[in-house]
């Protein structure tokens, strides 16, 4: 079945340092695929989407870009804050107004000054 | 705008007992989904509920259910706890367009403990 893959944490660097997070999916058809944060004690909020091949979301200084020849849609940063602490998860969506939407396990994330 | 509320925080239970979730969504938002988040399985999408209809529903047991009411509020039933239904269950209301076009908007969750 359709699935997202995450690579595993925890991730730790020092501030002002390069963030790639990787994620694949397996997928029939063209899903929409999300990044999601989790901050410590609260629910996830949506960091960026992609809706079709080749787009490119960005904010906050994340970026990540459907990638449909190796089914990636790796999130990126040039450099990472303290702040930017949390666990991200990759997602997708797929079957339109009516399907379910699939995470990865996570990756948590620590940005040390 | 108020966000995604859930309540209680956090609910300590015991084996076999039943427990109720509430959920109330940004106002507006017509779309409301329930997960659960587990450090082994992480996040599992447990059902999501549009204009008081079960819309979706994930691969969890039947000891599992929901509800929407006509103001989009929406509770989640568990009966028959077990060890394994601890977990921080989470709750996220859209404007129900379908995923791709409106966005989730996650509540800070209920943490579950089953003893």
């Known amino acids: 079945g359709d699935s997202v893959t995450q690579m595993e944490g925890p991730v730790t660097l020092s501030e002002e340092a390069f963030l790639t997070i990787n994620c694949t999916y397996t997928?029939?058809?063209?899903?929409?695929l999300f990044w999601y944060v989790q901050y410590p004690g609260e629910g996830l909020q949506l960091l960026l989407k992609a809706t079709k091949a080749d787009d490119k979301g960005s904010n906050k200084g994340f970026e990540a870009t459907y990638r449909k020849e190796t089914t990636s849609f790796h999130l990126e940063k040039g450099s990472v804050q303290v702040s930017d602490s949390a666990v991200y998860f990759c997602a997708l969506v797929y079957g339109g107004s009516q399907g379910n939407l699939i995470f990865g396990k996570g990756t948590k994330l620590s940005v040390k000054p | 705008k108020a966000g995604v509320t859930q309540t209680p925080r956090y609910l300590i239970k015991t084996r076999g007992q039943q427990v109720t979730l509430s959920c109330s969504p940004i106002s507006g938002h017509r779309s409301v989904s329930w997960y659960q988040q587990t450090p082994g399985q992480g996040l599992q999408f447990l059902f999501e509920y549009f204009s008081e209809t079960q819309r979706n529903k994930g691969n969890f047991p039947g000891r599992f259910s929901g509800r929407q009411f006509s103001n989009s509020r929406s509770e989640m039933n568990v009966s028959t706890l077990e060890l394994g239904d601890s977990a921080l269950y989470l709750c996220a209301s859209s404007s129900g367009g379908g995923w791709a076009g409106s966005p989730l908007h996650f509540g800070n969750g209920t943490r579950l403990t089953v003893t």
């Open positions: 997928a029939t058809g063209y899903p929409s």
